[in-house]
């Protein structure tokens, strides 16, 4: 069990017979009422953000979660297959436990998978990756009017937007939170 004094973001949660992740909490200390804890918390299943308010000094159960590295594979619509770097046994896992840049993901690429026991209750991106661009469109001489883009389609099969001098064979780091192109890699 775990008090509201050990709430940290990331901490998971049982609550109701399902996962959450909290996203984000504030200690609040009103000036004649007890002190609370107001907490925004992710449904681990259904990706849904609720915005919840605990007593201090309030008991949840926590849930003690292992994360293991994983190589991803390949991916079969929805399915994605990765295997575990230790025992290399090959783990079949729903495209719904990733929460955003998974457009970034290439064979290949290792990734932390969440594990309840023998569960997989979520899956983590690395926060950076670096990929090819295979297409994009040329940038014209002139048309750099403050911060000009294009579209560039990835190795991955993702795109993002970069500045008209990324050719096509340049190698560029992508922030996986927001899909943001960062620099180009020599």
């Given at each position: 069990?775990?008090?509201t004094?050990?709430?940290r ?10 996962l959450?992740t909290?996203?984000?909490f ?5 000036g004649?009422g ?17 915005e919840r308010?605990f007593?201090s000094g309030?008991?949840?159960e926590d849930v ?7 190589q991803f594979?390949y ?7 990765c ?6 046994e ?11 840049g998974i457009?970034?993901?290439k064979?290949g690429e ?5 594990m ?6 979520g899956?983590?991106m690395?926060n950076?990756v670096?990929?090819k661009v295979?297409?994009?469109d ?14 560039a389609?990835l190795e991955?099969?993702g795109?993002?937007l970069?500045?008209l001098f990324v050719?096509e ?7 996986t939170r927001?899909g ?7």
């Amino acid at each position: 069990m775990a008090s509201t004094s050990d709430f940290r973001s990331g901490l998971i949660i049982k609550m109701d017979g399902e996962l959450f992740t909290i996203v984000e909490f504030q200690h609040v200390k009103m000036g004649r009422g007890g002190a609370f804890v107001r907490t925004k918390i992710k449904n681990l299943q259904t990706g849904k953000v609720l915005e919840r308010t605990f007593r201090s000094g309030e008991k949840v159960e926590d849930v003690r979660v292992e994360r293991r590295p994983m190589q991803f594979l390949y991916r079969e619509g929805d399915i994605l297959t990765c295997m575990d770097n230790e025992t290399f046994e090959q783990l079949s896992l729903d495209i719904n436990l990733f929460q955003s840049g998974i457009d970034y993901l290439k064979d290949g690429e290792t990734i932390s998978i969440l594990m309840n026991g023998d569960t997989p209750i979520g899956a983590e991106m690395p926060n950076f990756v670096v990929l090819k661009v295979t297409s994009t469109d040329p940038g014209f001489r002139g048309d750099t009017v403050s911060g000009a883009t294009k579209r560039a389609v990835l190795e991955s099969g993702g795109t993002v937007l970069v500045p008209l001098f990324v050719e096509e064979g340049d190698v560029l780091k992508i922030d996986t939170r927001t899909g943001v192109y960062i620099e180009r890699v020599k």
